[in-house]
C-alpha cells in the first residue's frame, strides 16, 4: 500500500483536514503543500492547516465546527479538548425550499424479487412476526420461540423464519399521557411491516394497561381462521388475501381459563404459529420494480472517515434509489440538528420544511425537560474516531440523505405508506441505533444499510441490515460482519459514485434473499420502542 501521506480536505475554506493513512501520521511528516506535523495525528483526526489563534473559527465541511479555546500552530493534532462548540442554529430565519436540485432522470430497469402483500407493499423477507403487548410476556414468548424454530419451521420451508417482537413497555405506565401513543403506534406500525406478510399474531398477557385492542383497534384486522387458507392462484403466488385487505390477527391470552400451566400456554402459542406459518409457506418470491424498496439509512459507532468515505457513498446509493422511485428514509434528530438549515433549503415544499423545524423544535423541548441538549450526543467512540462533536458529527451524518429534495416528513413511529409518503423522506428519530433502527421499522422500512467507523455487531431480526466499514482496516479485521468496505475510497481505489452504485446492485441482491453477514450469523439487537411519556 502507498504510504505517503494523505489527508482530505473536504471544502476550500476548511482550515484542517482528516488524516486518511492507516494507523496515522508521525509527528516531522511534511504534507505537501502544507505544514510539517508537529506531533502524531492518528487516522481519522484532523490537523490544523494553519496557525490558528485563541477564538478562530475551526473550518470543516465549511462550516463553524467550533471555535479554539487556545493557539493551535499549523500542524498540531486538532480534537476536541482544543475546541469550544458553537450554539444550535436558530430555528428561525432558516432558508425555506431554497436549493432545487437539477432534476434526475428516473433511473428504469431495475427490479428485485420480492414478497407482495395484500396492502400494496412488498417484503424482502418471509417472517412469521409475534407481537407482545406487554414484557411479561417475553419469557414465554423465548420458550415458544425455541419450539417454533426447532418443531415447526422445518416443515415451512418458504418461511424465512419467526421472530419475537419483544419490548419493555405495555404496563407500569402513563398510557394516556402527553406522547404516549409515540410508543403504541410504533408497535403497531412495526406489527405490520412488509416482511410480515400481513400475519400479525400477539401475544398478551391480559391485565395490562395496552391491551390488543388499542394497540389494533377492532376492525383493523381480520381474526385468523382455523384452517389453512388455499392455495394462491397461478400467476399470483406472492399475494395472499384480497388486494387492500385487512392483516389477519391470531390471538393468545395467557390469563385466559383455558390455559392450566404452563405448557397449555406454550402450547396454544405453537398452534395459533402454526395457522400463520401454514399461509405464509405459500408465499412466492416474484418479480418487482426498485420502486417496491423502502431502504432505512443509519450510522452508528461513527468516526470522522464516515462523512468522507461509508456515508457519502450512501448518499450516491440514496440518490439511484430515489431515482428508481424508492423510499429512503434518513433520521436520527441530533444528527440532523446542526444542518437544519441545509434540509430546509432541500425541502420540497415551503410545508415539509416547517414539519422538519416542527421536529427539531420538539425535540429540542425534549432534550431540555431532561437537563440535556444535542451535545450529549456524541460518544467516547466518536471521539477516538476524530469526531470532536456534535456539529462535526452532524455534517458528516446527513450525507447519507444524497442530493434529492425532501419529499416528506414523518414522525415518530408514523408509517410512510399509511401518509402517502415515497422519495427521500425525513423519519424523525432519536439517534440511538436500536431505537433508530425500531422506529424506521414502524416507518416501513424493509432494507436497512447501516455505516460504522469503530464497528458494531448491529442488527435487526426484522429486516436485513448490509453493513458498510468506513476504513479498510475495520472491514478487514471484521471480516465476517462487514458487508461493504467504503475504505477503498479512502484507499484511492474506488469513487463514491462507483462505490453508491455498488452498494445499489448489492441491495437489490439482499432484497431478493441474499443473506447480509449479521443475518448469517443471527446477529439482532432487540427493539426499544421510544417512549417520551412518563413511566409511573
Known sequence: MNNAPRTVRLHPDDNVAV?????GLPA??????????????????????????????????????????RAIPAGSWVHERLLDMPAARPLEGLPISTVQPPLMPPLEGYSFQGYRNADGSVGTRNLLAITTTVQCVAGVLDVALARIRRELLPKYPNVDGVVGLEHSYGCGVAIDATDAYIPIRTLRHISLNPNFGGEVMVLSLGCEKLQPERLLPPGSFRLAPKAPAA???????????????????????????????????????????????????????????????????QCGGSDALSGITANPAVGAC?????????????????????????????????????QMIDQMAWYDAYLARGGSDRSANTTPGNKAGGLSN??????????????????????????????????????????????????????????HIFTTGRGTPYGLAECPVVKVATRTELATRWHDLMD?????????????????????????????????????????????????????
Request: glycine share 12%; net charge negative.
Open 19 to 23: 488524516v486518511l493513512n492507516d494507523g
Open 28 to 69: 516531522g511528516t511534511a504534507l505537501p503543500g502544507g505544514p510539517v506535523l508537529r506531533e502524531k495525528v492518528p487516522q481519522a483526526h484532523k490537523l490544523a492547516l494553519v496557525d490558528l489563534a485563541e477564538g478562530d473559527a475551526v473550518l470543516r465541511y465549511g462550516v463553524v465546527i467550533g471555535r479554539a479555546n
Open 231 to 297: 392455495p394462491a392462484p397461478q400467476g399470483d403466488a406472492g399475494l395472499l388475501g384480497r388486494p387492500g385487505e385487512a392483516p389477519i390477527v391470531g390471538h393468545v391470552r395467557l390469563q385466559d381459563e383455558q390455559h392450566v400451566g404452563f405448557a397449555s400456554m406454550v402450547d396454544d402459542v405453537l398452534a395459533t404459529a402454526e395457522r400463520h406459518l401454514q399461509r405464509l409457506d405459500q408465499r412466492r418470491r416474484e418479480t418487482v420494480p426498485a420502486s417496491e424498496l423502502v431502504v432505512g439509512v
Open 318 to 354: 440514496t440518490d439511484l434509489l430515489v431515482r428508481a422511485g424508492a423510499t429512503v428514509l434518513f433520521s436520527e434528530v441530533t444528527e440532523v440538528r446542526d444542518a437544519i438549515d441545509q434540509l430546509t433549503a432541500r425541502a420540497a415544499t415551503p410545508a415539509i420544511a416547517q
Open 390 to 447: 456534535i456539529v462535526e458529527k452532524a455534517m458528516g451524518s446527513i450525507v447519507k440523505s444524497g442530493s434529492a429534495p425532501i419529499a416528506g416528513v414523518l414522525g415518530p413511529g408514523e408509517k410512510a405508506s399509511t401518509k402517502g409518503l415515497k422519495g427521500l423522506l425525513y423519519a424523525a428519530t432519536p439517534a440511538s441505533d436500536f431505537i433508530c433502527g425500531t422506529l424506521q421499522l414502524a416507518a416501513g422500512m424493509n432494507l
Open 484 to 536: 461493504v468496505n467504503a475504505g477503498r475510497i479512502a484507499d484511492g481505489e474506488i469513487g463514491i459514485d462507483a462505490l453508491g452504485l455498488e452498494m445499489f446492485e448489492l441491495l437489490l441482491d439482499v432484497a431478493s434473499g441474499r443473506r447480509t453477514w449479521a443475518e448469517h450469523h443471527g446477529l439482532a439487537n432487540s427493539l426499544v420502542l421510544f417512549n417520551p411519556a412518563p413511566v409511573t
